[in-house]
């Protein structure tokens, strides 16, 4: 087979030197040939590429130890799974076999997780959007309301007038944590009194009666002393409403927000270092809640860490489909898989991984993906040998809002599998085909072809 030709370019190779993200040789060669013991070319060649990949082993442990990193620490704590990080059927029942209640934020997600068999009264609705439709299913059947703004506590205390019933909520709160920028747009300001406004106006009409409190500071979050500080605040807040107002607060939802150890961007430590443990989250969180309490009281504390069960547990397998020299000499390369299955290659810098040993000197290249839009780009910058055409690179960890807010857009959508613990793989969503994009189209007779 003749050679294509390529014009030569003269750099200067710097392998192995030392640069401000910290790779090595052996970081920039690394090779992953099998996931959870299922070869990576098995599992391509038998459900294509790209290919979206789940551990069950890897869910279920890492759910054990932030479960374990709470509940060993203070008596009563709940999760609650939440759907919008990836809302596949299989991976919520995993969830919630492990002991996750449902966090939904939408009447879609309200409506999966009454599917898969969640009783609404283990369901928390959070979200800025609940239809008037949604929100009285939900009352109807005991879910957990959080309500975010004062046309929902209008709309609820409709619903509570033609139930004929006090009906019980939580109410969202936003507070400065030290976080920067402050998640200001969900819930009722607490330091401006807001909140405290709005229970009041709750009190006032009789109609609702608030039974919990929640906040969600922010996503990735990297100092665990904020949750610290969310939790002050929030018990401070819930003994206001309980001398003021009679209110027992029986729960305190802090939200999620836990980091994973992904890479963000602009973050030059590996995130071993950068990233604190799971159980220093869990001591600052339960030693606030403890050093706020009052003698005797323990209100169940509720957590909402998507990210953090499931990032780590999804890989992204794909194909170099071509290669070329870009005008200022960098190599780039072409997989089959971009920002339409990647959305979060928009924050991270993901571990990429070759699926063997490639011969040949590193040297910065950039990663795009197949769409036809120069924004479609996996990694900028990103130390690699002379890679061929079929050469499968493993992209991790990526188990987080990929699947929820990846785009139907040029290209069909993937199959995703799940690795069982006993290495049985599963299809827990087929790939897409034209019918699936046409399925709820409809051509006007007017326009169908001869």
């Known amino acids: 087979m003749k050679m294509l030709y390529e014009k030569p370019v003269i750099k200067r190779l710097r392998t192995g030197l030392m640069n401000k993200y910290g790779n090595s040789p052996a970081y920039m060669k690394r090779v992953c040939t099998e996931i959870d013991g299922v070869t990576v070319d098995e599992l391509a060649k038998e459900y294509g590429s790209p290919l979206f990949v789940f551990s069950e082993k890897a869910l279920r442990a890492k759910f054990r130890e932030v479960s374990g990193a709470f509940s060993t620490r203070y008596p009563d704590v709940t999760f609650g799974w939440s759907y919008k990080t990836n809302y596949i059927s299989a991976i919520c029942a995993v969830m919630h076999q492990e002991g996750a209640i449902a966090e939904v934020v939408s009447g879609m997600e309200y409506d999966k997780a009454r599917k898969l068999g969640i009783a609404g009264e283990d369901i928390i609705f959070n979200g800025p959007h609940k239809s008037p439709a949604a929100l009285r299913t939900a009352v109807r059947e005991g879910a957990m309301i959080h309500v975010d703004h004062l046309d929902e506590i209008a709309d609820l205390e409709q619903i509570a007038a033609g139930e004929g019933r006090q009906v019980g909520i939580g109410i969202r709160l936003n507070m400065d944590t030290g976080i920067k920028p402050q998640w200001s747009r969900f819930g009722f300001n607490l330091d401006s009194g807001?909140?405290?406004?709005?229970?009041?106006?709750?009190?006032?009409?009789g109609h609702l009666k608030i039974r919990g409190l929640h906040c969600h500071i922010g996503t990735f979050i990297m100092e665990p002393n904020a949750y610290a500080v969310e939790v002050e605040k929030m018990v401070r807040f819930s003994y206001e409403l309980k001398d003021k107002f009679n209110y027992e607060i029986e729960?305190?939802?802090?939200?999620?927000?836990?980091?994973?150890?992904?890479?963000?961007?602009?973050?030059?430590?590996?995130?071993?270092?950068?990233?604190?443990?799971?159980?220093?989250?869990?001591?600052?969180?339960?030693?606030?809640?403890?050093?706020?309490?009052?003698?005797?009281?323990?209100?169940?504390?509720?957590?909402?860490?998507?990210?953090?069960?499931?990032?780590?547990?999804?890989?992204?397998?794909?194909?170099?489909?071509?290669?070329?020299?870009?005008?200022?000499?960098?190599?780039?390369?072409?997989?089959?898989?971009?920002?339409?299955?990647?959305?979060?290659?928009?924050?991270?810098?993901?571990?990429?991984?070759?699926?063997?040993?490639?011969?040949?000197?590193?040297?910065?290249?950039?990663?795009?993906?197949?769409?036809?839009?120069?924004?479609?780009?996996?990694?900028?910058?990103?130390?690699?040998?002379?890679?061929?055409r079929g050469v499968r690179l493993i992209i991790s960890p990526v188990g987080a809002y990929n699947v929820t807010q990846w785009m139907q857009f040029i290209e069909y959508r993937p199959n995703v599998v799940l690795i069982g613990e006993d290495g049985q793989v599963d299809v827990i969503r087929e790939a897409e085909d034209l019918s699936d994009i046409e399925r709820r189209e409809r051509l006007p007779e007017r326009l169908v072809l001869d």
């Open 251 to 388: 729960y305190l939802d802090i939200g999620g927000g836990l980091p994973t150890k992904n890479r963000l961007k602009g973050i030059y430590l590996p995130p071993d270092i950068a990233i604190p443990s799971i159980d220093e989250y869990a001591e600052r969180i339960t030693d606030a809640l403890y050093n706020s309490l009052r003698p005797g009281d323990t209100p169940k504390l509720i957590l909402e860490p998507g990210r953090a069960m499931v990032e780590e547990a999804g890989y992204l397998i794909s194909t170099v489909i071509a290669t070329k020299r870009l005008p200022d000499g960098r190599r780039s390369y072409i997989i089959d898989g971009g920002i339409n299955v990647l959305f979060t290659s928009n924050w991270y810098k993901f571990n990429i991984e070759m699926d063997r040993e490639v011969s040949g000197p590193n040297e910065n290249s950039v990663i795009y993906g197949p769409m036809c839009m120069n924004i479609d780009v996996i990694d900028e910058s990103v130390q690699l040998p002379p890679l061929k």
């Open 194 to 205: 807001q909140a405290m406004d709005a229970v009041k106006r709750i009190y006032s009409r």
